[in-house]
């Protein structure tokens, strides 16, 4: 009974509130998709891969809630690596080009890129763009074909751990 309580309480909070609609793209209670139907008791979201997720509305109105659509705008950032000895200039200039011929990232706000980490293996760049919302996920995608299909024409590699063993010989 309690439950029930709780979870009709959360589903009057979300229904006046309106934390999301129906349509949005959210991460809730460890769950991440589309809002299909929000109800007194529970909301139902449908996951990318079709699973149709009930979620109580109780733990849904007092817990952390991500609504991926409430804004326009998306920002979509990688972490890319290049290998050590590789020219920095090559790869700004790639990342610019892959930028530039990708009508659906944003001008303003401007992209932006920088050195993020010097790692075992590689040479961290973390580069920022954004998108409309609904570009996201095809802009992520794209973006990552074009860096492992592309990189070798600007002379660059993508690296993978590596370790050099020595043997000493001792007679």
Same mark, same amino acid.
């Given at each position: 009974?309690?439950?029930?309580?709780?979870?009709?309480?959360?589903?009057?909070?979300? #229904?006046?509130?309106?934390?999301?609609?129906?349509?949005?793209? /959210?991460?809730?209670?460890?769950?991440?998709?589309?809002?299909?139907? /929000?109800? *007194?008791?529970?909301? &139902?979201?449908?996951? %990318?891969?079709?699973? #149709?997720?009930? *979620?109580?509305?109780? $733990?849904?109105?007092?817990?952390?809630? /991500?609504?991926?659509? %409430?804004?326009p705008l998306r920002r979509a950032?990688?972490? &890319?690596? *290049?290998?050590?000895?590789?020219?920095?200039?090559?790869?700004?200039? %790639?990342?610019?080009?892959?930028? =530039?011929?990708?009508? +659906?990232? !944003?001008?303003?706000?401007? $992209?932006?890129?920088? !050195?993020?980490? #010097? =790692?075992?293996?590689?040479?961290?760049?973390?580069? +920022?763009?954004?998108?409309?919302?609904?570009?996201?996920?095809?802009?992520?995608?794209? +973006?990552?074909?074009?860096?492992?299909?592309?990189?070798?024409?600007?002379? #660059? @590699?993508? $690296?993978? $751990?590596? &370790?050099?063993?020595?043997?000493?010989? @001792?007679?």
């Open positions: 009974m309690v439950l029930s309580l709780q979870n009709f309480a959360g589903g009057v909070v979300i #229904l006046i509130l309106k934390p999301f609609h129906v349509g949005d793209f /959210i991460e809730a209670q460890g769950y991440t998709g589309t809002v299909k139907e /929000i109800s *007194i008791f529970s909301t &139902m979201l449908n996951t %990318a891969d079709k699973k #149709l997720v009930i *979620i109580p509305n109780g $733990p849904l109105s007092t817990g952390a809630l /991500i609504n991926f659509s %409430a804004e950032d990688w972490t &890319m690596g *290049i290998a050590y000895g590789d020219d920095v200039g090559n790869f700004k200039k %790639a990342i610019n080009d892959f930028i =530039a011929e990708d009508s +659906r990232i !944003l001008k303003d706000p401007a $992209p932006s890129m920088g !050195l993020s980490e #010097l =790692a075992d293996s590689s040479v961290n760049f973390t580069v +920022r763009v954004w998108v409309d919302g609904a570009d996201y996920w095809g802009v992520f995608f794209d +973006r990552n074909e074009k860096v492992y299909t592309r990189f070798g024409d600007y002379k #660059l @590699n993508i $690296p993978f $751990p590596q &370790m050099d063993v020595h043997v000493h010989n @001792n007679k």
